[in-house]
């Protein structure tokens, strides 16, 4: 309560106020009791307008809303009762509050909940009942007996929750349903979101993020949409905590972005931001993407799907613009696609070899050429545009592996064929090798023995005749400019082919393979691990500034006296222009020291033996001149205007674009092809492997299947068979592709994109996008070096770019995706360790990686370890106690004992004491005397007692018997047998 700064609360039959920053002696409880129902919640209203005064409501268990006001002198010793020295706590009777207690009924049963909404200026209360559940209405309606607005709900309501944003109630009960309402609008609610299990007891918003957080009895969270209705995110708390596990409360805190709740302990659950808004993994299309195509002059995507379904996406918010559905007739899919420079036109080729022209624009069909309805193998491979003279042509694979010329002119409305492509192709020859068949000619005349042979025909005379497309299975296409096509092919070969002509121009043979060039025509076309997916063309630039635009502005920044008359003389013009030259002929001389002395060999042997390299040269030669003449043709206009004109310029704080004076220097181009095992290789023009590199992902390389760079060719970017995505840094490497550095090649990133196949990639360098198609129906975009992810097409939320690398924030990840980035360790520098600002926020889920060390089950499982038994085995305990025999002496003994007792331990035995016979007495009686004479024999007479004695034994038993009387006085008495027994 602000006004009196006190803390209020509620038990079973007292409201308890109390100073919660006092401390020590100055600690006072001020209890209200006896209240005459028992309050169940309560909540501040912000009702009064007196100073030093709060309004407090509380609904008790038979359904009345009460309204307590609470003054500051109500709070004293005197309004109290009670021992006052000791006890901490005073008692109020609320018949002596300033103010009575105002009370109405509302509801047929308990208020479970009451709270005040301050946007609508009114208070909530519900009810398990089912007349009355659910009452919105102003705190006025309690001290008066108007109608009020409610909605009954079978079960009743057992919380709810108003989202300010969404300007929506959202209320929860037994029957396991949360329902939307307008707070205007109770006939009948506006959503209803279904999926607990169990009766639901509290539900807050994210009002930030627009979402409903609900809790149930099996405390299971539940995290929904307030505007698409659908549930993001399910959790739930197993912890084990003393005292009951039911979650009694909740609250979210907006400011921190926290979730608390309240049981027999306090728990906050982690929340962390991520991109996604629904459950379900990111899509684009329902089915597999085939390609994905950039228009650079639209700043649109175009995505293809095997369903035959073409969509077109903005590439700045990710929405769609149109769509064309089964653009070339029913069940026939769309294999491939290509678009002309100008980015109006769209070429599209389906698997029964037909081959379509749409108008970007507007999605209509312009050309068509009819494929075939056979079962045979028709489907276009590859299709890419090319000039040819003054035409535009199309250039497409297929058609059981051929390769046609279309032209695509302005006229009617088919598609023609204006040529085929001739694979006929005549191998270099090898010296090294001599045929068998110029051996064997019997019209060839053998030289004398012990001469030379002048005229022996040699393997190097004869050229092998050989038909590339019978024995290489075209697999994709790439057009570099002008008129060179590149085809990668099934057997890991690079051909290109020359589009003017129609013709091969050179085969790059891969040299882990063995070529076969004998029988060309009947060479299976069997899958191999060399497959090439993608081929490109890098051609490395390097810009830079001028040096002579530099020069000029730090002479102007001098007071110079020329500068200041706003004068220049045609001699310091050309001394200008000289200067110029000269800095950008300096440029070009230290990149040409950096060339290899193999790099300048190779170059004489293209010009006197390959005509396409030479080419091939021009172009790039034409190119640098042309560069070269729009970095002159400025200067001499400026000039022409006058030198007046420059000095305006500077005295109204104008500045020229530093792009406009920027010198680009173009490298030699290099082919990239990708292949199925894993390696991307880089080849010169003369079919020369450089370098063979693989990525480093966290499981085993898989093949590589789509790629893409940068306009600048200084970033390439690879996607492989199981999902990742791999940049790379190559722009060292283009400069000096001869180099025996293994470092000019550095892999910036990996990271997981899909859990599928990579079928295709394009970088949008004005945005550092990269946008990635694959066969689990979604196109994705990522952003920067780091490999953050941006959003996918066909998402709810627009794209957000971020400026730069430093405002980025935490990259996030998809909601299918688990796996970090790979990213090389460096050095952090000081700018890195600094935290940056995030302009944006993404929406908040339950993160349980976090939750698992701050669990209160951990921390008892540490606190309260049981002790394990020391002996874990039960027959232990069945075991004889061991025999000790320690006392007994133990002496050496040797193995020549024998081979069983010589190995058995010997004990020595000291002597063993014989206990003493006890000395004989015999009976003394008349009576003993008489007993017969067996019984005083021992055990031996006694045993033959019943038996008959023979005449000798008779007799002499009676003759020792004579003697024993007779020398009975010497002898000790015998002892009586009883007494022995």
Same mark, same amino acid.
């Given at each position: 309560?602000?006004?009196?700064?006190?803390?209020?609360?509620?038990?079973?039959?007292?409201?308890?106020?109390?100073?919660?920053?006092?401390?020590?002696?100055?600690?006072?409880?001020?209890?209200?009791?006896?209240?005459?129902?028992?309050?169940?919640?309560?909540?501040?209203?912000?009702?009064?307008?007196?100073?030093?005064?709060?309004?407090?409501?509380?609904?008790?268990?038979?359904?009345?809303?009460?309204?307590?006001?609470?003054?500051?002198?109500?709070?004293?010793?005197?309004?109290?009762?009670?021992?006052?020295?000791?006890?901490?706590?005073?008692?109020?009777?609320?018949?002596?509050?300033?103010?009575?207690?105002?009370?109405?009924?509302?509801?047929?049963?308990?208020?479970?909940?009451?709270?005040?909404?301050?946007?609508?200026?009114?208070?909530?209360?519900?009810?398990?009942?089912?007349?009355?559940?659910?009452?919105?209405?102003?705190?006025?309606?309690?001290?008066?007996?108007?109608?009020?607005?409610?909605?009954?709900?079978?079960?009743?309501?057992?919380?709810?929750?108003?989202?300010?944003?969404?300007?929506?109630?959202?209320?929860?009960?037994?029957?396991?349903?949360?329902?939307?309402?307008?707070?205007?609008?109770?006939?009948?609610?506006?959503?209803?979101?279904?999926?607990?299990?169990?009766?639901?007891?509290?539900?807050?918003?994210?009002?930030?993020?627009?979402?409903?957080?609900?809790?149930?009895?099996?405390?299971?969270?539940?995290?929904?949409?307030?505007?698409?209705?659908?549930?993001?995110?399910?959790?739930?708390?197993?912890?084990?905590?003393?005292?009951?596990?039911?979650?009694?409360?909740?609250?979210?805190?907006?400011?921190?972005?926290?979730?608390?709740?309240?049981?027999?302990?306090?728990?906050?659950?982690?929340?962390?931001?991520?991109?996604?808004?629904?459950?379900?993994?990111?899509?684009?299309?329902?089915?597999?993407?085939?390609?994905?195509?950039?228009?650079?002059?639209?700043?649109?995507?175009?995505?293809?799907?095997?369903?035959?379904?073409?969509?077109?996406?903005?590439?700045?918010?990710?929405?769609?613009?149109?769509?064309?559905?089964?653009?070339?007739?029913?069940?026939?899919?769309?294999?491939?696609?290509?678009?002309?420079?100008?980015?109006?036109?769209?070429?599209?080729?389906?698997?029964?070899?037909?081959?379509?022209?749409?108008?970007?624009?507007?999605?209509?069909?312009?050309?068509?050429?009819?494929?075939?309805?056979?079962?045979?193998?028709?489907?276009?491979?590859?299709?890419?545009?090319?000039?040819?003279?003054?035409?535009?042509?199309?250039?497409?694979?297929?058609?059981?592996?051929?390769?046609?010329?279309?032209?695509?002119?302005?006229?009617?409305?088919?598609?023609?064929?204006?040529?085929?492509?001739?694979?006929?192709?005549?191998?270099?020859?090898?010296?090294?090798?001599?045929?068998?068949?110029?051996?064997?000619?019997?019209?060839?005349?053998?030289?004398?023995?012990?001469?030379?042979?002048?005229?022996?025909?040699?393997?190097?005379?004869?050229?092998?005749?050989?038909?590339?497309?019978?024995?290489?299975?075209?697999?994709?296409?790439?057009?570099?400019?002008?008129?060179?096509?590149?085809?990668?092919?099934?057997?890991?070969?690079?051909?290109?082919?020359?589009?003017?002509?129609?013709?091969?121009?050179?085969?790059?043979?891969?040299?882990?393979?063995?070529?076969?060039?004998?029988?060309?025509?009947?060479?299976?076309?069997?899958?191999?691990?060399?497959?090439?997916?993608?081929?490109?063309?890098?051609?490395?630039?390097?810009?830079?500034?001028?040096?002579?635009?530099?020069?000029?502005?730090?002479?102007?920044?001098?007071?110079?006296?020329?500068?200041?008359?706003?004068?220049?003389?045609?001699?310091?013009?050309?001394?200008?222009?000289?200067?110029?030259?000269?800095?950008?002929?300096?440029?070009?001389?230290?990149?040409?020291?950096?060339?290899?002395?193999?790099?300048?060999?190779?170059?004489?042997?293209?010009?006197?033996?390959?005509?396409?390299?030479?080419?091939?040269?021009?172009?790039?030669?034409?190119?640098?001149?042309?560069?070269?003449?729009?970095?002159?043709?400025?200067?001499?206009?400026?000039?022409?205007?006058?030198?007046?004109?420059?000095?305006?310029?500077?005295?109204?704080?104008?500045?020229?674009?530093?792009?406009?004076?920027?010198?680009?220097?173009?490298?030699?181009?290099?082919?990239?092809?990708?292949?199925?095992?894993?390696?991307?290789?880089?080849?010169?023009?003369?079919?020369?492997?450089?370098?063979?590199?693989?990525?480093?992902?966290?499981?085993?390389?898989?093949?590589?299947?789509?790629?893409?760079?940068?306009?600048?060719?200084?970033?390439?970017?690879?996607?492989?068979?199981?999902?990742?995505?791999?940049?790379?840094?190559?722009?060292?490497?283009?400069?000096?592709?001869?180099?025996?550095?293994?470092?000019?090649?550095?892999?910036?990133?990996?990271?997981?994109?899909?859990?599928?196949?990579?079928?295709?990639?394009?970088?949008?360098?004005?945005?550092?996008?990269?946008?990635?198609?694959?066969?689990?129906?979604?196109?994705?975009?990522?952003?920067?070096?780091?490999?953050?992810?941006?959003?996918?097409?066909?998402?709810?939320?627009?794209?957000?770019?971020?400026?730069?690398?430093?405002?980025?924030?935490?990259?996030?990840? &998809?909601?299918?995706? @688990?796996?970090?980035?790979?990213?090389?360790? /460096? %050095? *952090?520098?000081? #700018?890195? =360790?600094?935290? $940056?600002?995030?302009?944006?926020?993404?929406?908040?889920?339950?993160?349980?990686?976090?939750?698992?060390?701050?669990?209160?089950?951990?921390?008892?499982?540490?606190?309260?370890?049981?002790?394990?038994?020391?002996?874990?085995?039960?027959?232990?305990?069945?075991?004889?106690?061991?025999?000790?025999?320690?006392?007994?002496?133990?002496?050496?003994?040797?193995?020549?004992?024998?081979?069983?007792?010589?190995?058995?331990?010997?004990?020595?035995?000291?002597?063993?004491?014989?206990?003493?016979?006890?000395?004989?007495?015999?009976?003394?009686?008349?009576?003993?005397?008489?007993?017969?004479?067996?019984?005083?024999?021992?055990?031996?007479?006694?045993?033959?007692? &019943?038996?008959?004695? @023979?005449?000798?034994?008779?007799?002499?038993? /009676? %003759? *020792?018997?004579? #003697?024993? =009387?007779?020398? $009975?006085?010497?002898?000790?008495?015998?002892?009586?047998?009883?007494?022995?027994?």
């Amino acid at each position: 309560m602000p006004g009196i700064r006190r803390v209020v609360t509620c038990t079973e039959r007292s409201i308890a106020v109390w100073d919660n920053r006092a401390k020590g002696k100055n600690e006072s409880v001020y209890v209200i009791k006896p209240i005459e129902h028992s309050p169940q919640c309560l909540a501040y209203v912000p009702h009064s307008n007196v100073l030093f005064e709060d309004v407090v409501l509380f609904g008790d268990d038979q359904g009345f809303i009460n309204a307590l006001t609470i003054a500051a002198k109500d709070l004293t010793v005197k309004m109290s009762k009670g021992d006052k020295k000791s006890t901490p706590s005073f008692v109020i009777d609320p018949a002596k509050l300033t103010y009575p207690i105002q009370r109405r009924k509302l509801h047929d049963d308990w208020v479970l909940k009451v709270k005040y909404l301050p946007e609508l200026k009114c208070f909530g209360s519900c009810s398990p009942s089912s007349v009355s559940s659910f009452v919105l209405e102003e705190v006025d309606r309690i001290f008066d007996n108007q109608d009020v607005r409610g909605v009954s709900i079978p079960k009743g309501v057992n919380t709810f929750d108003y989202c300010v944003r969404a300007n929506i109630i959202a209320t929860g009960g037994v029957d396991k349903i949360i329902r939307v309402w307008h707070p205007h609008i109770f006939s009948r609610p506006t959503g209803k979101l279904i999926g607990h299990l169990f009766t639901i007891v509290d539900i807050v918003c994210n009002e930030k993020d627009q979402h409903i957080i609900s809790l149930s009895t099996a405390r299971v969270f539940r995290v929904w949409d307030i505007h698409t209705l659908t549930s993001l995110q399910v959790f739930t708390d197993n912890e084990e905590r003393p005292g009951e596990k039911r979650i009694y409360s909740m609250c979210f805190d907006n400011k921190f972005d926290r979730l608390l709740t309240g049981s027999s302990v306090l728990d906050a659950w982690p929340l962390t931001r991520a991109v996604q808004d629904t459950m379900q993994v990111p899509h684009t299309h329902d089915r597999p993407i085939s390609q994905i195509l950039y228009n650079t002059e639209l700043n649109q995507v175009i995505s293809v799907c095997t369903e035959s379904v073409i969509k077109v996406w903005e590439m700045d918010t990710g929405k769609i613009v149109y769509q064309i559905t089964e653009p070339h007739g029913s069940n026939i899919e769309v294999t491939t696609m290509a678009l002309d420079k100008s980015g109006y036109r769209l070429a599209t080729g389906g698997l029964d070899g037909s081959v379509k022209v749409w108008d970007f624009g507007s999605g209509q069909e312009i050309k068509l050429k009819p494929g075939k309805g056979t079962d045979e193998d028709l489907s276009i491979t590859g299709l890419q545009y090319v000039d040819i003279g003054d035409g535009r042509c199309i250039v497409a694979a297929g058609w059981n592996n051929q390769i046609n010329v279309l032209l695509d002119n302005n006229d009617g409305h088919d598609l023609s064929i204006l040529r085929g492509f001739q694979d006929v192709y005549y191998w270099p020859p090898e010296v090294e090798l001599a045929s068998p068949d110029s051996i064997l000619n019997k019209n060839t005349q053998l030289p004398p023995i012990g001469t030379g042979s002048t005229n022996s025909p040699r393997a190097g005379d004869v050229m092998c005749k050989d038909f590339i497309l019978a024995s290489h299975d075209v697999r994709c296409m790439q057009i570099f400019p002008p008129n060179l096509v590149i085809t990668g092919c099934e057997n890991g070969n690079v051909v290109s082919w020359d589009a003017e002509k129609s013709c091969v121009e050179k085969v790059f043979e891969l040299p882990d393979v063995p070529p076969s060039r004998s029988d060309s025509r009947h060479r299976s076309k069997q899958p191999s691990e060399h497959s090439i997916h993608a081929v490109a063309v890098l051609v490395h630039r390097v810009r830079k500034l001028d040096p002579a635009y530099i020069k000029t502005k730090l002479t102007k920044r001098e007071p110079d006296a020329a500068s200041k008359s706003g004068t220049e003389s045609p001699t310091a013009r050309r001394n200008r222009g000289a200067s110029r030259l000269t800095a950008a002929g300096s440029i070009k001389e230290m990149n040409e020291d950096k060339i290899d002395v193999r790099k300048k060999d190779r170059e004489e042997e293209e010009e006197s033996s390959d005509s396409d390299i030479d080419r091939l040269g021009s172009d790039s030669d034409s190119d640098d001149d042309n560069l070269t003449k729009e970095k002159k043709s400025p200067k001499p206009e400026k000039d022409e205007d006058g030198e007046e004109t420059a000095t305006n310029d500077d005295d109204d704080g104008q500045r020229d674009n530093p792009e406009d004076h920027m010198i680009i220097e173009t490298f030699d181009p290099i082919l990239v092809s990708c292949h199925q095992d894993a390696f991307i290789r880089f080849w010169n023009m003369q079919g020369d492997v450089l370098r063979e590199m693989t990525a480093m992902t966290r499981r085993q390389s898989s093949a590589v299947t789509a790629f893409c760079h940068d306009d600048d060719c200084n970033i390439i970017v690879s996607g492989d068979h199981k999902g990742y995505l791999t940049m790379w840094n190559v722009g060292k490497f283009l400069e000096d592709p001869y180099s025996d550095n293994l470092d000019l090649i550095k892999q910036i990133v990996c990271w997981r994109a899909h859990l599928s196949k990579v079928v295709s990639l394009e970088y949008i360098d004005n945005q550092k996008a990269i946008v990635s198609g694959s066969t689990d129906g979604s196109v994705r975009v990522w952003w920067g070096f780091k490999g953050r992810f941006v959003g996918f097409f066909n998402q709810h939320r627009p794209f957000l770019f971020p400026a730069s690398e430093e405002i980025a924030g935490t990259p996030v990840l &998809p909601y299918d995706i @688990s796996e970090q980035p790979i990213v090389p360790t /460096k %050095s *952090k520098s000081a #700018k890195q =360790k600094i935290r $940056s600002v995030q302009k944006f926020d993404y929406p908040l889920v339950f993160d349980s990686q976090r939750w698992k060390p701050f669990r209160r089950s951990a921390y008892e499982a540490q606190k309260t370890q049981k002790r394990e038994p020391e002996d874990k085995k039960f027959f232990n305990a069945l075991i004889k106690p061991k025999a000790y025999n320690d006392h007994l002496a133990n002496f050496g003994h040797t193995k020549m004992e024998g081979s069983v007792y010589g190995s058995l331990p010997v004990y020595q035995i000291g002597a063993v004491e014989v206990p003493k016979t006890p000395e004989l007495s015999f009976p003394s009686s008349k009576e003993e005397e008489d007993m017969p004479a067996y019984l005083y024999m021992g055990g031996q007479a006694a045993k033959g007692a &019943p038996t008959a004695l @023979s005449k000798d034994k008779k007799d002499t038993l /009676k %003759s *020792k018997t004579k #003697k024993g =009387k007779s020398e $009975s006085a010497g002898l000790p008495p015998p002892v009586s047998p009883t007494r022995r027994r």
